[in-house]
């Protein structure tokens, strides 16, 4: 072989490896990108699955802890509810029955949280801690509300019950003779109290029974029930007690002048014409002569 030959193989084989080597170079370093890609993928899919993790349980905790918080407000309720001696065995049975609904469902959830897998599921669970019970913008405010005029519907109802009596006795006194005006006004106004009372907590028990526990109450709704209370019902009751307390007087200054003592029997005397009177001798059992 010449060495032309060889120098042309040699420069063709040079040839060759310098063509062959650029595709050789750029297929290691793409193919170490894809693997440092996938590495990294894979690194933030983990953080990603550790931050979602975190989460969930974050979600878990702070929802074990709202629906604590409002079943613990609701036991409360309950046990003031029972306690209350003027609410009736029905009113106490209809009201504790729905605390207890209340409370059920809070258990529920909790226990459909604490299972819950993924964030998304358990932030969405966790809205309806508020958005399905509503307990301190619409439940609780609407049983202390029904607790509170269920109790003064039974005040008035004992208030009514004296009306029958103490009008009785204005009539015996009026039988007798006496100026009864003043007593009788003054009854007439707590009747008529009364009866604005009434009429107040009948519509005020209506509007708390309506409102829905389900969804936050219209802005409002529970001031204007607080407004009538304190404003009318108590307004009522005040004049009431002021009635009565000028009643309580002019009763006792009437039946005081029903009493009379009875002057002392004087036995009739007769007078002799020297101007000198003489009661006769109690009479005596006529003497026999023996």
Same mark, same amino acid.
Not at 86 to 96: A, D, G, H, M, Q
Not at 108 to 135: M, P, Q
Not at 258 to 266: I, K, V, Y
């Given at each position: 072989?010449?060495?032309?030959?060889?120098?042309?193989?040699?420069?063709?084989?040079?040839?060759?490896?310098?063509?062959?080597?650029?595709?050789? +170079?750029?297929?290691?370093?793409?193919?170490?990108?894809?693997?440092?890609?996938?590495?990294?993928?894979?690194?933030?899919?983990?953080?990603?699955?550790?931050?979602?993790?975190?989460?969930?349980?974050?979600?878990?905790?702070?929802?074990?802890?709202?629906?604590?918080?409002?079943? +613990?407000?609701?036991?409360?309720?309950?046990?003031?509810?029972?306690?209350?001696?003027?609410?009736?065995?029905?009113?106490?049975?209809?009201?504790?029955?729905?605390?207890?609904?209340? $409370?059920? #469902?809070?258990?529920?959830?909790?226990?459909?949280?604490?299972?819950?897998?993924?964030?998304?599921?358990?932030? !969405?669970?966790?809205?309806? $801690?508020?958005? #399905?019970?509503?307990?301190?913008?619409?439940?609780?405010?609407?049983?202390?509300?029904?607790?509170?005029?269920?109790?003064?519907?039974?005040?008035?109802?004992?208030? =009514? +019950?004296?009306?029958?009596?103490?009008?009785?006795?204005?009539?015996?006194?009026?039988?007798? #003779?006496?100026?009864?005006?003043?007593?009788? !006004?003054?009854?007439?106004?707590? &009747? !008529?109290?009364? =009866?604005?009372?009434?009429?107040?907590? /009948?519509? #005020?028990?209506?509007?708390?029974?309506?409102?829905?526990? /389900?969804?936050?109450?219209?802005?409002?709704?529970?001031?204007?029930?607080?407004?009538?209370?304190?404003?009318?019902?108590?307004? &009522?009751?005040?004049?009431?007690?002021?009635?009565?307390?000028?009643?309580?007087?002019?009763?006792?200054?009437?039946?005081?002048?029903?009493?009379?003592?009875?002057?002392?029997?004087?036995?009739?005397?007769?007078?002799?014409?020297?101007?000198?009177?003489?009661?006769?001798?109690?009479?005596?059992?006529?003497?026999?002569?023996?």
């Amino acid at each position: 072989m010449n060495n032309k030959v060889i120098i042309t193989i040699a420069i063709s084989a040079t040839i060759l490896a310098q063509s062959a080597l650029p595709a050789f +170079a750029i297929q290691s370093i793409g193919g170490q990108k894809l693997v440092n890609q996938v590495t990294r993928e894979e690194n933030q899919s983990s953080k990603a699955a550790q931050r979602q993790g975190t989460e969930l349980q974050n979600i878990i905790t702070r929802s074990n802890t709202l629906i604590s918080n409002r079943i +613990a407000s609701l036991n409360e309720l309950s046990t003031r509810v029972q306690n209350d001696t003027r609410l009736s065995t029905n009113e106490k049975s209809t009201i504790s029955s729905n605390i207890q609904t209340a $409370i059920s #469902g809070l258990t529920a959830l909790k226990t459909k949280i604490d299972a819950d897998t993924d964030a998304t599921t358990a932030r !969405s669970d966790e809205k309806t $801690i508020i958005t #399905g019970y509503y307990v301190y913008a619409a439940f609780e405010p609407k049983t202390r509300y029904l607790v509170i005029l269920n109790n003064l519907q039974t005040t008035t109802a004992n208030l =009514q +019950a004296l009306v029958p009596q103490l009008q009785n006795l204005i009539n015996t006194l009026k039988s007798q #003779g006496k100026d009864t005006t003043q007593l009788q !006004s003054l009854l007439s106004d707590v &009747s !008529s109290q009364l =009866q604005t009372i009434n009429t107040t907590i /009948t519509s #005020g028990i209506t509007t708390v029974e309506n409102i829905p526990t /389900t969804s936050e109450p219209a802005s409002g709704t529970f001031t204007s029930i607080k407004t009538n209370i304190t404003q009318v019902v108590k307004t &009522s009751f005040a004049k009431i007690q002021s009635d009565i307390q000028q009643m309580r007087p002019l009763f006792k200054q009437l039946i005081s002048s029903n009493s009379t003592t009875p002057a002392p029997s004087q036995a009739a005397t007769t007078t002799t014409p020297s101007g000198t009177q003489i009661s006769p001798s109690p009479s005596a059992s006529p003497s026999t002569t023996p």
